[in-house]
C-alpha cells in the first residue's frame, strides 16, 4: 500500500550536484523518519543520511559537508541534495520511510558521477 519512489539519478560529472527526490504516498500515517542509503554491486547497503520528525539530521561520514537532507513538515517527501560529488558516489540511492514501526523500500536511483 505504501510506496516510496526516488527520482533524480543521473549522470553528473565530478564536482558536480544532483538532488534526489523521494515520495511517500499511500499511506494515511505520516513517516516517523526518512533516511537515504546507497549501494553499489557487491557490497552492503550503505546509510548517508536520514532524519527523523523532529530529529536533527545525521550524515555518513564520507559525506559530511557535501550532502543534505532535507524534507517537508508532513514527512511525505525528502530530498537529498548532493554537493561536490565524487566518483565514489557512485550507486544506487535508494530511499527509507520508516511508518508505524516497518521501513519501507523504494526501487532506488542511479548515480553515476563520471566525465
Known amino acids: 500500500q505504501v510506496q516510496v519512489v526516488e527520482s533524480g539519478g543521473g549522470l553528473v560529472q565530478p564536482g558536480g550536484s544532483l538532488r534526489l527526490s523521494c515520495a511517500i504516498s499511500g499511506s494515511i500515517y505520516s513517516a516517523t523518519a526518512l533516511s537515504w542509503y546507497r549501494q553499489t554491486p557487491g557490497t552492503e547497503r550503505e546509510f548517508v543520511a536520514g532524519m527523523a520528525s523532529g530529529g536533527r539530521p545525521n550524515y555518513a561520514d564520507s559525506v559530511k559537508g557535501r550532502f543534505a537532507i532535507s524534507r517537508d513538515n508532513a514527512m511525505k517527501t525528502t530530498y537529498l541534495q548532493m554537493q561536490d560529488l565524487k566518483p565514489e558516489d557512485t550507486a544506487v540511492y535508494y530511499c527509507?520511510?520508516?511508518?508505524?514501526?516497518?521501513?519501507?523500500w523504494g526501487q532506488g536511483t542511479q548515480v553515476t558521477v563520471s566525465s
Open positions: 527509507k520511510a520508516s511508518i508505524r514501526g516497518h521501513d519501507v
